[in-house]
Structures are given as structure tokens and as C-alpha cells.
């Protein structure tokens, strides 16, 4: 996903000639929306029968009109069958935590990602981000519907922190989890990396 965003960043004729310049920038406005619904879904799977599902359901409501606002300001159901699908895997995973231990793992999981979220869009709105290959006329050809936000009219700052995003993400997926640290109650492994 990283080498996407670097692709569409310096070279975005080679990605579907230059749409995925704007695919890029949802996609991280996306990410935001998923990287806040993985901390509040880690809290409502840590509650127990009818409160857990009535969180659940309300959580839904949310998002759904949340993945709804999205795809029409950009303009792209795809975006939202993106979303309904990634969501739909997270709200099964909140519904069938097994343990302490599993919804502790994704509570750490989900609050690095969000640390790494904020702290990356903090740092690429304060620092000047090179252009790369996105010119004006390509942004006039491939998304000449782009609003006035920051992000819309400056999509390099969107596509450089996908990039460095996706790679720290990836990098922290790809270690094996390591046995040890886990309690003599539960017996079960935890990431080293969260601990």
C-alpha cells in the first residue's frame, strides 16, 4: 500500500493515469474514520452481552452515516462498499472477542494507529511537502471536482503521509508476535510490539 501511495505521488500517470491521486487522498480520509472506529469498537468489545450489543448497533448507525457523508462528498460509492467491508470485519471481530488478552491486542493495536494518524497529519500540514509528479494541469484533468480543503488542494501532503503511514503500519504487521509476558490468568501470547 505504501509503494501505491509513493507511485501516485511521484509518478501518478502510472497508477490508472492519475486517478489514483484522488483514490489516494479518500483512502486516507477513509483510514481516519477506521483508525477511530478500531478504538471505540476495542471499548465496546470489552463490555459483556446485552450492553455490548446495543453499543454495537449504535456504533453502526454511526459509521454507516459516516461511510455515507463520505461517499457523496467524494462522490464514490465504491469508497463506501471500501468501507462496508472493512467495517463489517471489524464489527465481527468486536462481536466474537474471545478474551481479555484479544481485546487488549486490539485496543493497543487500534490507539498506535491512531497516535501514527495524528501524528502524521500534524507533521505533513506543518512542513512543506514536495509537489512530486502532481502538477496543476494533471489535478485539472483528473480531479477537477476537488473541493477547498487542505488535502484537495494539496494532495501530496495526503499521498506523503499514506506513504510513510502504510510503510510503519506494514512494518509493525509484518513482526511475528513474541511469546512471553502474558499473565499466568489468561497463558495467551501478546505482541511485543504493543506491549
Not at 5 to 32: C, H, Q, T
Not at 99 to 125: E, H, K, N, P
Request: net charge positive.
Amino acid at each position: 500500500m505504501s509503494a501505491m501511495f509513493v507511485i501516485s505521488w511521484w509518478w501518478p500517470r502510472a497508477l490508472d493515469n492519475g486517478r489514483w491521486v484522488k483514490l489516494g487522498v479518500r483512502m486516507m480520509v477513509l483510514e481516519f474514520i477506521l483508525v477511530h472506529s478500531g478504538v471505540l469498537l476495542g471499548v465496546v468489545a470489552a463490555r459483556q452481552g446485552v450492553e455490548r450489543g446495543r453499543s454495537l448497533l449504535r456504533l453502526a448507525a454511526l459509521y454507516t452515516i459516516f461511510g455515507v457523508v463520505i461517499a457523496l462528498v467524494f462522490r464514490s460509492w465504491e469508497i463506501l462498499a471500501s468501507f462496508a467491508a472493512v467495517m463489517s470485519g471489524r464489527y465481527w471481530s468486536a462481536c466474537t472477542a474471545r478474551g481479555a488478552a484479544d481485546v487488549s491486542a486490539s485496543q493497543r493495536r487500534a490507539a498506535a494507529s491512531l497516535a501514527l494518524y495524528v501524528g502524521l497529519t500534524f507533521i505533513t500540514v506543518i512542513i512543506p511537502v514536495p509537489r512530486g509528479g502532481i502538477t496543476p494541469a494533471l489535478l485539472e484533468e483528473v480531479w477537477r471536482t476537488r473541493g477547498s480543503g487542505l488535502w484537495e488542494r494539496h494532495p501530496e501532503k495526503a499521498l506523503a503521509m499514506g506513504s510513510v503511514y502504510f510503510l510503519i503500519l506494514g512494518i509493525i504487521e509484518a513482526r511475528a508476535p513474541r511469546r512471553g509476558g502474558a499473565s499466568a490468568r489468561d497463558g495467551e501470547a501478546r505482541s511485543g510490539l504493543f506491549e
